[in-house]
Structure formats: structure tokens, C-alpha cells
């Protein structure tokens, strides 16, 4: 019966998100978007009983978009002085 409830729980959260995302009058694309990077970098998808976790996957999660981002100005500067 316990199995029954979460199953019709997580149904109707994956319906109400569903819903959310397609609805056209909600949030703009770019407002969701900075809200799943947010939500991204900043481990909301982490095991919050365990802080190791959280912290290591935020500090992964900022390294990585710096990196991408550092890689993004060097090809800039690179494709601009064209060597």
C-alpha cells in the first residue's frame, strides 16, 4: 500500500512539473534556465544529509563552469587574433 502512495505521489510531482514546464503564461525560458543552473551548481539535487557531499559537489560543479568559461575566452581570444 506504502508503495502505491509514492508511486501515485511521484506521478503527480512529475505531472505538476510537466505542467510548469509547458505552460506558456509561466516563467520565461531564460528565467528557467538561470534557475536550473542555480539549482545546478549550488548541489539542490545533492543528499542534504550528508554535507560532504553537498560541498564537494558544489565546489566540483564551480569548477567546472569556470574552466568551461575560462576555455570559452581563450578560444574567443584565440579564433580573435587568429593564430
Known amino acids: ?3 502505491r502512495h509514492d508511486s501515485e505521489k ?6 505538476e ?7 506558456p503564461a509561466g516563467n520565461s525560458f531564460v528565467a528557467r534556465a538561470t534557475k536550473g543552473m542555480r539549482d545546478h551548481v549550488t548541489a539542490a539535487d ?3 544529509a ?3 557531499e553537498v560541498w564537494g559537489t558544489r565546489i566540483g560543479r564551480t569548477l567546472g ?5 575560462g576555455l ?3 578560444l574567443a581570444l584565440y579564433v580573435i587574433r587568429g593564430s
Request: hydrophobic residues 55%; glycine residues 0%.
Open 1 to 3: 500500500m506504502a508503495e
Open 10 to 15: 511521484e506521478s503527480r510531482r512529475i505531472l
Open 17 to 23: 512539473r510537466v505542467a510548469r514546464e509547458t505552460d
Open 46 to 48: 545533492a543528499d542534504r
Open 50 to 52: 550528508d554535507p560532504i
Open 65 to 69: 563552469l569556470l574552466l568551461a568559461l
Open 72 to 74: 570559452m575566452v581563450w
